[in-house]
């Protein structure tokens, strides 16, 4: 009898050490996973910043390659990739996460059939782990890209001067200074216009006139 409530008495004691020695390995499962999740999602922050400010500097400076009058010029060049620069620096700066740069560059080129102007920028950043160290891993590297395509201008103005639009007070017989003002602000400007002389093409068609 006394045997037996003896053995009885060890049966909890020896669940409690199997379930201690279950959650022992279960913790070396678990936290590595854990600490794994938090470094992918630092990794997956700091690519998405990285991209953005990619992004942002093909398209940030694009109106001023579009302005440009030739972007194979090397000083001209030189200052168009300041700009991508600055751009990127103001989108990415300072970096997240303790990140340091690994790469960077960009380039500014021109097509000589299609005149079709490319802005390319590609970076990449060394980002350091914060619970992988105990794997053996110190840190990962993402990178990011940006292409942005430019196209010349070739555009046809229509101005309407007949006597449908003459009489509602806006024509150009009624007051022609109006028309002129516009299309000199729109086209011949080069503080208000979009276009660049020598290489963006504009026509112009009047009809209805006498």
Do not use: H
């Not at 409690?16 to 470094?39: K, S």
């Not at 302005?67 to 989108?91: E, G, W, Y």
């Not at 990962?140 to 890209?145: E, F, I, N």
Request: a positive charge; one cysteine or more.
């Amino acid at each position: 009898m006394e045997k037996s409530m003896k053995a009885g008495r060890r049966v909890p004691g020896g669940r409690r050490a199997f379930v201690t020695v279950y959650m022992a390995f279960a913790m070396l499962t678990l936290l590595p996973m854990v600490g794994m999740a938090i470094d992918f999602s630092v990794l997956y922050n700091v690519k998405a910043r990285l991209q953005q400010a990619c992004d942002a500097a093909a398209i940030g400076a694009g109106t001023e390659v579009q302005r440009s009058t030739n972007v194979n010029d090397p000083t001209q060049n030189a200052n168009l990739r300041n700009a991508v620069l600055r751009f990127f620096n103001a989108n990415f700066s300072p970096a997240p996460w303790s990140a340091t740069q690994a790469s960077y560059s960009s380039s500014i080129t021109q097509d000589a059939v299609t005149k079709i102007r490319t802005i390319n920028v590609t970076a990449s950043y060394y980002v350091p782990m914060l619970f992988m160290r105990v794997l053996g891993i110190k840190g990962s590297t993402v990178a990011g890209q940006a292409i942005a395509d430019l196209r010349f201008v070739n555009l046809m103005i229509v101005v309407d001067r007949s006597g449908s639009v003459d009489r509602t007070g806006s024509g150009s017989q009624t007051n022609p200074q109006i028309i002129e003002g516009d299309l000199n602000q729109f086209v011949g400007n080069s503080a208000t216009s979009i276009f660049v002389n020598g290489r963006d093409v504009v026509g112009l068609v009047s009809f209805g006139g006498n």
